[in-house]
């Protein structure tokens, strides 16, 4: 009988104890932080026609925001976020040369198999062979990833055949 009102006892205290965590004064606003309903960012969207159009080889430019690095053969791939890649001749070891920027709007992530490269482009999966500097589509898988969302956390309704590429 003692052990069974001490187990009462002891539930009950543990019961209004936890049940003190559940009364809050709500009358004081300053108690709560505002939360933005909307994004800080803005995005930046491209009609589907200029996305599948816009991988391109170009001229090195300067990083503005680098990602993941991938290295092949001699070669060395520094993903730029949303912007494209970088590429490096890495046959002296010592003094990598910036030969490159393979221009891929909303491209993230990159894999390679063979003499592919495979990249994710905003939505999109992307197969393409990099040769003499000349960029070919070999494949492109279209809506295989859903629309970027904001980077602090919010998705954006873009319009049929709009794609997210970026955010600012």
Known sequence: ???????LFTVTLA???????CF???HDDDDFPSTPQYS?????IMS???????????????MKKAGK????????????????????????????????????PGATDMAIKNNTIYINQAVDLVAVSL???QVTVQKRIANTFPQKISP?????????????????
Not at 15 to 21: D, I
Not at 152 to 163: K, R, V
Request: charged share 20%; proline share 4%.
């Open 131 to 133: 040769n003499n500097n």
């Open 15 to 21: 019961g209004t104890l936890s049940l003190q965590s």
């Open 48 to 62: 589907r026609e200029q996305m599948v159009n816009s991988i391109k080889m170009s001229e090195p430019k300067s």
């Open 69 to 104: 690095i991938y290295v092949k053969d001699s070669y060395i791939f520094i993903t730029d976020e949303n912007k494209g890649f970088h590429i490096y001749d890495n046959s002296n070891p010592n003094a990598p040369q910036l030969t490159g920027f393979l221009e891929v």
């Open 152 to 168: 602090d956390g919010f998705n954006h309704y873009a319009g049929e055949n709009q794609i997210i590429v970026d955010w600012k």
């Open 1 to 7: 009988m003692k052990n069974l009102k001490l187990l």
């Open 24 to 26: 809050y004064n709500y």
């Open 40 to 44: 800080q960012y803005t995005p930046v």
